[in-house]
């Protein structure tokens, strides 16, 4: 198993940025078909960002397509999110993990987002 640690949440204004990490520190992980998940208040987790290493393909929800950045640095070890022009409804807890269902890891802790003014 491997153990993810999510982080860079925090308050921000709604038009605000934030930048989160992932990491699996202590162990040999690439971050290859992975993605970025979130819980909304009241709401199930939904996959926000992912990248597809087996076919180059990124891919996001509609809502934040234009708004949210999906990346990892070169070596591949941790893997980030850049969400720009934030929106109250981007409120939640990100996490991050596979990005197949079927071979999920498992949960991090997540990190806490709120949008709010």
């Known amino acids: 198993q491997v153990n993810l640690v999510e982080s860079g949440g925090g308050l921000v204004q709604p038009g605000g940025s934030l930048r989160l990490s992932c990491a699996a520190p202590?162990?040999?992980?690439?971050?290859?078909?992975m993605a970025w998940y979130r819980r909304a208040p009241g709401k199930q987790r939904e996959l926000v960002a992912g990248?597809?290493?087996?076919?180059?393909?990124?891919r996001y929800l509609d809502a934040v397509k234009g708004r949210f950045a999906i990346s990892t640095d070169n070596a591949r070890t941790t893997m980030y999110l850049q969400m720009d022009s934030l929106e109250p409804d981007d409120t939640g807890i990100y996490y991050c993990?596979?990005?197949?269902?079927?071979?999920?890891?498992?949960w991090g802790r997540g990190t806490q987002v709120t949008v709010s003014s």
């Open positions: 990248i597809s290493s087996d076919t180059d393909i990124i």
């Open positions: 202590g162990q040999d992980f690439r971050f290859n078909n």
């Open positions: 993990n596979h990005i197949r269902a079927d071979r999920l890891y498992s």
